[in-house]
């Protein structure tokens, strides 16, 4: 069974910098992409950045261009998300997520990890 860790997150005030990680443990597996989700208070999950595993292009969501950067660990599995610039439009659960090859969406999900930005 695959699993995948996360950790990182916490309380920090706007303007600040977090990161995120996300390792997977478990029986191996061949990833497709991994991305990153979030859902804030009464919302529904978005989408935030994504990273295809093989050659390593990224996708972002228009909210968070040019202040996140998503980066992914070969060797480990693992795919980080940098988040600089934070504002408190940002607080939410944040979610990793795995596509296998040959899976038409994310089928491995983290278990979430709160960031709370402060105004």
């Known amino acids: 069974q695959v699993q995948l860790v996360q950790s990182g997150g916490g309380l920090v005030q706007a303007g600040d910098s977090l990161r995120l990680s996300c390792a997977a443990s478990?029986?191996?597996?061949?990833?497709?992409?991994m991305g990153w989700f979030r859902q804030a208070p009464g919302k529904g999950r978005e989408f935030v950045a994504s990273i295809r595993w093989s050659g390593g292009s990224t996708y972002y969501s228009d909210s968070v261009k040019g202040r996140f950067s998503v980066s992914r660990e070969a060797a480990r599995y693992a795919t980080n998300l940098q988040m600089n610039n934070l504002l408190p439009e940002d607080t939410a659960v944040y979610f990793c997520?795995?596509?296998?090859?040959?899976?038409?969406?994310?089928?491995?999900w983290g278990q979430g990890t709160q960031v709370t930005v402060s105004s």
């Open positions: 478990g029986r191996p597996f061949s990833a497709y992409a």
């Open positions: 997520a795995a596509q296998r090859v040959g899976a038409s969406e994310y089928d491995i």
